[in-house]
């Protein structure tokens, strides 16, 4: 299965079932490759995109991130298995979440990150599944910042799906994947030209990451301080997580990815008016499909 250079990363919590397929729809028109779910505290991902997969033709479909927490590795592994065989075009994001939600939500123990995912991924290959086999099972991304998860992603996964990452990080990454791993980021874009009301809207969707450890110590590891995480995040650190501007310059930032190493970029398009759900005209704009018949 291929991945695709570009895919769009987006909430779809709040949206219908019906409109979620039309975006879907549309998307797959439009030329994107995949399109990026998130699993927190909705629909459960994996039915979601199976509906979807129904109602779609070629769009490959990933869960970004789904919690390893949420479900036993027997039943992880029936999910990777039936999603490959239902549409072939299914890839398995894993992630460990965070303490807040593993431990205080779902009330188990949360554990080391990379021991707790590398135990994990052992009891997958080791359960026991007796359905029909697809012909290819659905390739495994991980949810890995730092270097430890990163070579885990490289030496048990099909590759890594960093989140709230700038280039810098894709060139980090790339470096430690090596060669033939996926590397898969995601970006934020914002097509707002003015800096206070772009800086504004980006604050707004960087708040709760900016709270969450992982993230925090991800973007130290890339020389950020602690006063770039005050009052929001500094210009510097807005700036590096958002793309915003014209569409040359999310164009820019996207291409960046690529330039250090990234095979497939997934966006994230932020609406100007800081609603939630994505940028649908900045999606038609930046559309592989319109870019390519460009002459």
């Known amino acids: 299965m291929k991945l695709g250079r570009l ?29 990026w779910i998130p699993e927190a505290v909705g629909r459960d991902p994996f039915a979601f995109l199976a509906y979807i997969a129904a109602h779609t033709d070629r769009l490959v479909l990933a869960t970004g991130i789904a919690n390893i927490y949420a479900r036993d590795p027997m039943a992880m592994r029936a999910i990777q298995k039936t999603m490959a065989e239902l549409s072939g075009r299914f890839v398995l994001g894993l992630g460990v979440s965070h303490e807040h939600l593993v431990s205080g939500l779902r009330q188990h123990e949360y554990k080391k990150p990379v021991a707790a995912m590398s135990a994990y991924l052992d009891a997958m290959q080791a359960a026991f599944y007796r359905g029909v086999e697809p012909a290819e099972d659905a390739p495994i991304v991980l949810a890995a910042l730092r270097p430890a998860m990163l070579r885990l992603a490289r030496d048990r996964a099909r590759g890594a799906h960093p989140y709230f990452t700038p280039p810098e990080h894709t060139a980090r990454a790339r470096a430690i994947l090596g060669s033939d791993a996926w590397l898969a980021p995601e970006q934020m874009v914002l ?63 996207i291409e960046a990815h690529y330039a250090a190493g990234a095979d497939h970029v997934c966006i994230q398009p932020l609406r100007p008016d800081g609603a939630p759900g994505p940028d649908v005209d900045l999606l038609e704009t930046l559309a592989p499909a319109r870019r390519s018949e460009a002459p």
């Open 7 to 35: 895919g769009v990363w987006t909430f779809l919590d709040t949206t219908s079932a019906a409109a979620s397929v039309q975006l879907a729809r549309r998307l797959e028109a439009l030329g994107y490759a995949a399109l």
């Open 191 to 253: 097509r707002e030209r003015d800096p206070v009301r772009a800086r504004a809207v980006a604050r707004a969707n960087m708040q709760i990451y900016l709270g969450l450890p992982n993230y925090v110590n991800n973007l130290k590891w890339l020389g950020f301080t602690d006063d770039d995480f005050t009052d929001g995040g500094s210009d510097r650190l807005v700036d590096a997580i958002v793309a915003w501007g014209d569409e040359a310059a999310i164009m820019r930032r």
